[in-house]
Structures are given as C-alpha cells and as structure tokens.
C-alpha cells in the first residue's frame, strides 16, 4: 500500500515568510510525528499526535512553529517568519499504535531559506 | 535530552566484511529500534528489540542490547555495497511518546 507522503519535496523560501509543510500518513495510523533533520544530523523530534490531538508538543523549537491534523490524517506544519536557522529536512513519520511501535517515515521536505 | 549515541560515526568496509555499530543511552527504556536511511531518503525501520530482550536477529541483521551497561550494537554480517546508508538507533521511554534519536552511522561498503 502507500507509504508516508510528504509535500512539497524541496522548499525554497526567502527569510521572513510563511511556509506550509504536508503530511499524508499511512491510512489508519492514529499516531503522527514531526521531525527536524539538520545536514549531517540526527533526528530532534517536533510534535507528536495522537489522532488529531497533540498531547506533546514540547518539541517545537518556538511559537512561530505549529502544526495540526484533522480526519485523523492529513497533518500540516507552519513555520511563520522563517528564518535561515530553520533550513532543514522536515520528516514526518505515522505508526499503528501508541506503543512506540516503528515508526513509518516520509522521505521529508527539503526546506531552504535564504 | 538526546538519547542514543551511536560510535563510530563513520565507517568504511569492503564489501563482504561485517559491520559493527555501537549506540549508548542514559535512561530506562521501554525498547530500542535501529532505522537506515539512504541519501536523500526518509528513515527505515530495520529492526526493534525490547527491553527484556538480549539479541535478535533478523536476516544479515543482529543486534544485541546490554540494559545494564545501556547499549545495543548493530551488526550487519557480508555486507553488500546496496548497504551503505547511515544507521540511526532509537530509543523509546516509559510514559514518553517520542522516540529519541542518536545522530547516526555512515557507512560506507566498497563494491
């Protein structure tokens, strides 16, 4: 079946706006997570939901990050006021269950800001 | 804070040689996953080991896990050049919904 999709692939944005990060997670996977992956790093975890709420958002690096999901699916993140700080590969990952089963990762979005 | 250290941070084996990867951790944990992730790519799942758990195996893949000293090791045996990735081990916590991620191997098999 389909995996983990993310939109867009490569995001190229100058300093100061406004960008919307898409994540379609496997069909029926109550659990969705955001994670941040710098050039030659690991993986610093953003937000977690379980279904359409986020019991742990502690990850999110400022307040001009957010994130939502709705229909226990589709899962947006917004940066606001990008700065070049934020440039990185935004992964989101979907797993069955809330018992920290694999997780099933999209192959990220590519941000850039300049 | 980050849990999951892997060591060495770079490696590089002819093909046909096994590969060993270390990953440490601070705290209890619930289980321990190793992922691979090619260039460009998202993270695979490879392999999970739970907590009462010693060694598992699963293809060309063992890996064991030491709760007492707070580490697992990664072995892939006759590797193969379609191996090389960075491998990333993944710990998850007692009452912590997030997996905490080391800051992975790269490895490099030489056709």
């Known amino acids: 079946g389909a995996g983990v999709s993310q939109s867009p692939s490569n995001k190229v944005t100058e300093k100061g706006k406004d960008v919307e990060l898409r994540c379609d997670p496997i069909s029926g996977h109550t659990a969705l997570y955001w994670y941040r992956q710098r050039l030659g790093q690991g993986l610093e975890f953003l937000i977690y939901f379980q279904g359409n709420s986020a019991p742990d958002k502690s990850g999110l690096p400022s307040d001009r990050f957010s994130a939502e999901r709705t229909g226990e699916s589709v899962s947006t993140l917004t940066i606001q006021r990008t700065q070049q700080e934020d440039s990185a590969v935004y992964l989101c990952?979907?797993?069955?269950?809330?018992?920290?089963?694999?997780?099933?990762f999209g192959n990220g979005t590519r941000l850039t800001v300049t | 804070s980050q849990q999951g250290e892997e060591d060495p941070q770079a490696l590089s084996i002819q093909e046909g040689e096994n590969a060993t990867m270390n990953c440490s951790y601070k705290?209890?944990?619930?289980?321990l996953q190793w992922y691979r992730q090619n260039s460009g790519r998202g993270l695979v799942h490879l392999i999970l080991?739970?907590?009462?758990?010693r060694e598992k195996h699963s293809g060309r893949l063992r890996v064991t896990l030491d709760t007492s000293k707070k580490s697992s090791s990664l072995l892939i045996t006759a590797s193969r050049a379609a191996d090389t990735a960075s491998y990333f081990c993944?710990?998850?916590?007692?009452?912590?919904?997030?997996?905490?991620f080391g800051k992975g191997n790269q490895v490099v098999v030489i056709p």
């Open positions: 993944a710990t998850s916590t007692h009452g912590n919904n997030r997996l905490a």
């Open positions: 080991i739970r907590s009462n758990e």
């Open positions: 990952a979907s797993s069955s269950d809330r018992d920290r089963s694999p997780l099933h």
């Open positions: 705290t209890s944990i619930n289980n």
